[in-house]
Nanobody
């Protein structure tokens, strides 16, 4: 099992910045990739950014050029630096850790979520 704990959410004005952190514990050796998702009220959860063990990164088009995902393996941590925030970035942000084996997703682990609110 893998446990994930997010922190760093809050209220910020449009144009501002926030940095989210996610600390992983447990069987972290099983993790192949980590990601940030978000879910706004009335909408489906969507991928924001993912980084895999090889360092390859994918971003949602809506955050490209504004958000940066990074990981610090020594601390079992992943971060999301969010710049130039917009009202539409308001959502609950979730940390995700994925275990892949044989080309298949074996487990998806989730944090409890952290609220980000951007005021316009």
């Amino acid at each position: 099992q893998v446990q994930l704990v997010e922190s760093g959410g809050g209220l910020v004005q449009a144009g501002g910045s926030l940095r989210l952190s996610c600390a992983a514990s447990g069987s972290t050796f099983r993790i192949n990739s980590v990601a940030w998702y978000r879910q706004a009220p009335g909408k489906q959860r969507e991928l924001v950014a993912r980084i895999n063990s090889g360092g390859n990164i994918n971003y949602a088009d809506s955050v490209k050029g504004r958000f940066i995902i990074s990981r610090e393996n020594a601390k079992n941590a992943v971060y999301l630096q969010m710049n130039s925030l917009k009202a539409e970035d308001t959502a609950v942000y979730y940390c995700n850790a994925r275990e892949v084996s044989g080309g298949l997703v074996r487990n998806d682990y989730w944090g409890q979520g952290t609220q980000v609110t951007v005021s316009s």
